[in-house]
């Protein structure tokens, strides 16, 4: 089989999974609303992610895709959508950094009048090297926790240039995609690398957010014994009452056999943690940056790095313990695997779908702040998905809807 042929079938496979943005693609189809429209996206290039941009495509769009990660592409769906499909694809896995950045200067090329990004690099090119296309963009979608927190930073300074869909904060998007998509696929990228048994391990979760949540309840289901370090009391709480044990990483590194980071900020893990490690500690990072992990720290304390399987690395200290790394702290179900299952990227990049509709009719009404989704159009994806997965729901009779919205009636 050829890479074509693999990423065609890859493509076909997952749109025969995505009913719901199957469902949308006709009605875009038809309507076309993105005609003479181009669309620059930085997302990890994969089946899901293709079947995304040709429903871009469909609606008129002219569409240019970058990965979002130098790690993240499938080289054969990135071969099927510029072969197969005619689209101007700039992504290939194991791209260097400078590589990456030329990938996505290749997509600003074409002076895109809307961006869909994932960790917000496309947005801050735009800010800082390309300024001279702001004029050009309408908005943009954004579609993950840590690009949301870039650009919302971005916008409180007052230098956002155009208004951003938070699709990230979208109900249909981070109850699934973090929780069940990220628990999921990190370990369909921890069994990939390592095939290394989960059971019985003891296993830290950095970060109880949406994506902790996800990871720490799938490795609970696979028999890990699990830790969660937090720096948010409240969620520190919430995690106790799951049945998980919560404590500080400085304590939890001591008897871990395995250490994963999803929290979006830098420097979990640290130099103080790597000498706290017993020897053949497993560390991975699902978070979407590559600073989670302090390679450049563990690095100056190794005496050896070996590339031990396809996708870890492993480092011997100068006392001899030794540590492995997966995927070289980038984002692990991704890099070391093939990232969400289909039916919960399903959902997402319906989100994506509608959200990039949304900016394209409504521009010019939107500040330039970073917008939450509109309710309506998170409960028609809700009510699109049960449809497609046959299940119904009860609705309020009009004496119900009275009572919920009355305060005289406590009775």
Request: hydrophobic letters at 45%; proline letters at 2%.
């Amino acid at each position: 089989m050829t890479e074509l042929e693999k990423g065609m079938r890859r493509l076909s496979w997952a749109e025969a999974h995505m009913p719901v943005l199957r469902e949308i693609r006709e009605r875009l189809k038809k309507e076309r609303p993105l005609k003479g429209l181009k669309v620059g996206m930085a997302l990890h290039v994969e089946a899901k992610t293709g079947i995304l941009a040709l429903t871009l495509a469909a609606a008129g769009a002219e569409v240019r895709l970058a990965s979002c990660n130098p790690l993240s592409t499938d080289d054969s769906v990135a071969i099927a959508l510029k072969e197969g499909h005619g689209m101007k694809v700039y992504a290939k896995k194991w791209q260097s950094q400078a590589e990456y950045y030329d990938s996505l200067n290749e997509v600003l090329d074409m002076a895109p009048d809307l961006i869909i990004d994932d960790g917000a690099d496309l947005i801050a090119i735009l800010h800082t090297a390309r300024t001279d296309l702001l004029k050009n963009v309408r908005g943009a979608n954004e579609e993950t926790t840590t690009g949301v927190v870039r650009l919302r930073s971005l916008a409180a300074a007052g230098k956002l240039k155009f208004p951003v869909i938070a699709v990230n904060d979208a109900k249909m998007k981070f109850l699934f995609d973090n929780r069940y998509g990220t628990g999921q696929s990190v370990f369909d990228g921890w069994m990939n690398s390592t095939n290394l048994l989960v059971a019985g391990k003891r296993l830290a979760v950095a970060g109880y957010g949406w994506c902790g949540k996800g990871i720490a309840m799938r490795a609970k289901g696979l028999g890990a014994i699990v830790i969660v370090t937090e720096v948010d009391p409240v969620r520190a709480i919430e995690a106790r009452l799951d049945g998980f044990e919560v404590m500080r990483m400085a304590d939890a590194v001591k008897d871990a056999d395995a250490v994963i980071t999803a929290t979006g900020c830098n420097a979990i893990l640290a130099a103080e943690h790597f000498k706290a490690m017993k020897s053949g500690c497993i560390l991975g990072n699902a978070g979407h940056f590559d600073n989670e992990i302090d390679k450049k720290a563990l690095e100056s304390m190794a005496a050896k790095k070996e590339r031990v399987r396809e996708f870890v690395d492993e480092y011997t200290l100068k006392d001899g313990r030794r540590i492995c790394l997966i995927a070289e702290g980038r984002l692990m179900n991704l890099a070391a695997g093939q990232g969400h299952p289909a039916e919960i990227m399903d959902t997402s990049f319906a989100t994506q779908a509608l959200a990039i509709e949304y900016l394209a009719k409504n521009w010019k009404t939107m500040e330039n702040i970073v917008h939450t989704v509109p309710e309506e159009m998170d409960a028609e994806i809700a009510r699109i998905k049960l449809r497609t997965m046959n299940v119904s729901i009860d609705e309020l009779t009009k004496e119900q809807k009275k009572y919920m919205s009355g305060w005289e009636e406590g009775t």
